[in-house]
């Protein structure tokens, strides 16, 4: 489902990304972190790519751990059924009712029944359709530093990147290591490749220094739908909404590098069996054409915002007025409210209320304007929605939208 966004949006974030003024373009809607039986998901992948089709996506990225969905994989029946945790049909009765019994290719090695997985190409016969629906090559880099994970989805690919595993290195050494690695294969490909931090707060891998000072890492995930990772952080260390904050005023104020900006995923392994994980979080990305290279050079020029539920009309940025608009689709009783949030230039970072991540203003309703004080380092805009989230990941969780910085 192609999304019209009336956009006017000039975003000054980094040398890469250019001042943008555009009329009403085709917005695309998709999930980058996603798992399959290919890695440690509990359903096959084309009913994965099946499920958001249907349910209005247009884009989606399989992003398995250090491998792409190429070559033979065979999986043992007993273990796919160990995964599913389900009441009723399993993952193969309900492939073969969606599919049909011929479409499972089933094969018996060292006296064990199994499946041989689809690949993704084998799913783009069957599911893309230019202009409507792609399927992005991807993958989780699953490093670790120190014997803590420090995961990166690579999207656009064309071979696996490999996994660095260092005891011996901090998570951020590894995560500087990870991104420049993934820059050189886009180098060497001559393909444009994004690369998002995953879920910071999984296992407290990474802190909001760590991500402030690794330059090369310019997207992270400010939402992931699995209930494990610490999204709102604890009493002692802050949420992935205060360490964009408080990573953003580093990167800007005492180092010099471009901002962060926000991706919300679902991070799916689930699909029956208990805690089921598809479209809790996605983009919406401006790109000239549904297809790999577009999409991510749109991604790489700011072109997206970021979203659990909450649809945007319209995000405007005057450079002349500094003034943010956002106008946020219309439901039925339901109330919206943006909030206004950066960093002012005499932040102390010693102090108790430290000025990072500074509610500049509160507006109420489908349409939130502000002028960005003078003295900002960066202004974003969170919008929270009353209606609950269908299928939370958090407790009291409510529909969200995130609008990428701007300075």
């Known amino acids: 489902m192609k999304i019209r966004l009336i956009l006017a949006f000039i975003l000054l974030l980094s040398p890469v990304l250019q001042a943008l003024d555009c009329d009403t373009r085709d917005w695309y809607k998709g999930n980058t972190h996603t798992h399959s039986l290919w890695s440690d998901g509990n359903d096959f992948p084309e009913m994965i790519i099946d499920y958001y089709r249907t349910n209005e996506y247009d884009f989606i990225g399989l992003s398995d751990h ?26 193969v009765s309900k492939c073969e009712a969606r599919f049909g019994k011929e479409w499972i290719k089933w094969d018996t090695r060292n006296e064990k029944k199994g499946i041989i997985l689809k690949t993704l190409e084998q799913c783009r016969k069957e599911f893309e359709k230019p202009g409507e629906f792609y399927l992005l090559m991807a993958e989780e880099v699953s490093n670790s530093g120190s014997k803590k994970p420090v995961h990166i989805n690579a999207l656009n690919l064309r071979e696996v990147i490999p996994a660095v595993k260092d005891d011996e290195a901090t998570p951020r050494e590894v995560l500087r290591k990870s991104m420049q690695m993934i820059q050189e294969h886009s180098e060497k490909t001559g393909r444009p490749i994004l690369a998002h931090l995953n879920h910071p707060n999984f296992q407290w891998a990474l802190t909001a220094e760590d991500l402030a000072n690794v330059a090369e890492g310019a997207y992270f995930e400010v939402y992931n739908g699995h209930p494990g990772i610490n999204h709102l952080g604890d009493e ?4 992935d909404e205060e360490i964009w904050d408080i990573a953003n005023t580093i990167r800007i104020a005492e180092l010099g590098f471009s901002p962060l900006m926000g991706v919300a995923t679902d991070d799916s392994h689930t699909y029956h069996g208990g805690d089921v994980s ?21 991604m790489q020029n700011g072109k997206f915002y970021s979203s659990s539920g909450v649809v945007l009309n319209a995000i405007r940025f005057n450079k002349e007025t500094r003034e943010l608009t956002v106008e946020i689709s219309k439901a039925e009783g339901v109330e919206f409210t943006t909030e206004f949030i950066g960093t002012r230039k005499g932040y102390d970072a010693a102090a108790e209320e430290t000025g990072i991540g500074e509610v500049f203003a509160t507006i109420k309703g489908n349409t939130a304007t502000f002028k960005m004080p003078k003295d900002a380092l960066f202004m974003r805009a969170t919008v929270t929605s009353s209606k609950r989230h269908p299928n939370p990941s958090i407790e009291d969780q409510k529909e969200q939208a995130w609008v990428q910085p701007v300075l």
């Open 278 to 298: 598809p479209g809790r979080g996605w983009v919406v990305v401006g790109s000239e054409e549904l297809e790999g290279d577009s999409l991510v050079k749109a």
């Open 66 to 91: 250090n491998v792409l969905q190429k070559g033979e994989k065979w999986m043992d029946l007993e273990a796919i059924k160990k995964r599913q945790r389900a009441i009723g049909r399993d993952a």
């Open 236 to 239: 002692t260390r802050p949420g």
